[in-house]
């Protein structure tokens, strides 16, 4: 089991950038790929982006290329958004999640999720 721990949310203006962070806990973190999904007010939650287990794959939603990175530093159970020219477009929560794959987590398909971390983009 792996419990996901997100930070780094918060307030900024638009064209800013914020990293976010998503500690897992557990010896297996590092077998995990890993992904950063969003939800944004009154809609569906939307996949951003994920990474495989080693950090040689990665996905990135359309809306996310050019401006988003993930990546994972697996010594330190610690997968990384980093989000640059943001939009207020971009305002949502976003979850840390875990999955069988880095393809999986594009398709949908996730076993655990973190709480959360609220980003807003102001205009």
């Known amino acids: 089991q792996v419990q996901l721990v997100e930070s780094g949310g918060g307030l900024v203006q638009a064209g800013g950038s914020l990293r976010l962070s998503c500690v897992g806990s557990?010896?297996?973190?590092?077998?995990?790929?890993m992904g950063w999904f969003r939800q944004a007010p009154g809609k569906e939650r939307e996949f951003v982006a994920a990474?495989?287990?080693?950090?040689?794959?990665?996905y990135l939603a359309d809306p996310a290329k050019g401006r988003f990175t993930i990546s994972r530093d697996n010594a330190k159970n610690t997968v990384y958004l980093q989000m640059n020219s943001l939009k207020p477009e971009d305002t949502a929560e976003y979850y840390c999640?875990?999955?069988?794959?880095?393809?999986?987590?594009?398709?949908?398909?996730?076993?655990?999720w973190g709480q959360g971390t609220q980003v807003t983009v102001s205009s």
């Open positions: 999640a875990a999955g069988p794959s880095s393809d999986a987590l594009r398709r949908g398909t996730t076993g655990y």
């Open positions: 990474i495989s287990w080693r950090g040689g794959t990665t």
């Open positions: 557990g010896r297996t973190f590092s077998s995990y790929a």
